[in-house]
């Protein structure tokens, strides 16, 4: 996206990546050492105005430091599905980017009985704790990070439009 609103004000395209930063005070370096100082002075004043930056926004700085943590470093494991209609609990509940959630609230549960999903227990499915967006619930958390991206396209673009860009 910063590319094309780069390209959009006219400018060198090369180098240009969406800048953000750990604080408010090292903004305008990352926009400069990211080449977006290249894009039309509004554009700037939009990107400055969505506060890309820790204490600023800090849904746009998770999503940032999750788009380039471990890049290129793991395999995701994805799958097309997994079911499970019934859970026998042996051990300890908890697992890493885990929970189980009961009906009678969040914890562990006794072990050696069986449970049956959606009725007697409800999985959450988090972030783990060592990630950008720790503990999120994922569906939720990427909701928000759509609606926010979709919110930034939707700014730059009207801003554009505006211009006739």
């Known amino acids: 996206m910063a590319v094309e609103i780069v390209r959009l004000s006219q400018g060198n395209t090369n180098g240009v990546y969406f800048p953000t930063s750990d604080k408010f ?47 290129h470093k793991f395999v995701v494991p994805t799958t097309q599905g997994v079911r499970v209609d019934r859970l026998f609990i042996h051990g300890f509940a908890e697992l890493i980017g885990f929970e189980v959630r009961g009906v009678n609230g969040i914890g ?44 930034i396209v939707e700014s730059f673009a009207a801003l554009f439009k505006k211009r006739g860009g």
Do not use: C, M
């Open 108 to 151: 562990s549960f006794p072990t050696g009985t069986e449970y049956t999903v959606g009725t007697d227990i409800f999985p959450v499915l988090r972030f783990a704790p060592d990630q950008p967006l720790a503990n999120g619930e994922v569906i939720s958390t990427l909701n928000k990070l759509i609606d926010l991206s979709q919110d």
């Open 25 to 71: 005070q090292n903004l305008e370096a990352a926009i400069k050492s990211k080449n977006f100082n290249r894009a039309d002075p509004e554009a700037i004043d939009l990107l400055r105005s969505l506060k890309p930056y820790r204490e600023g926004n800090p849904w746009l700085r998770a999503l940032h430091e999750t788009d380039v943590s471990n890049k």
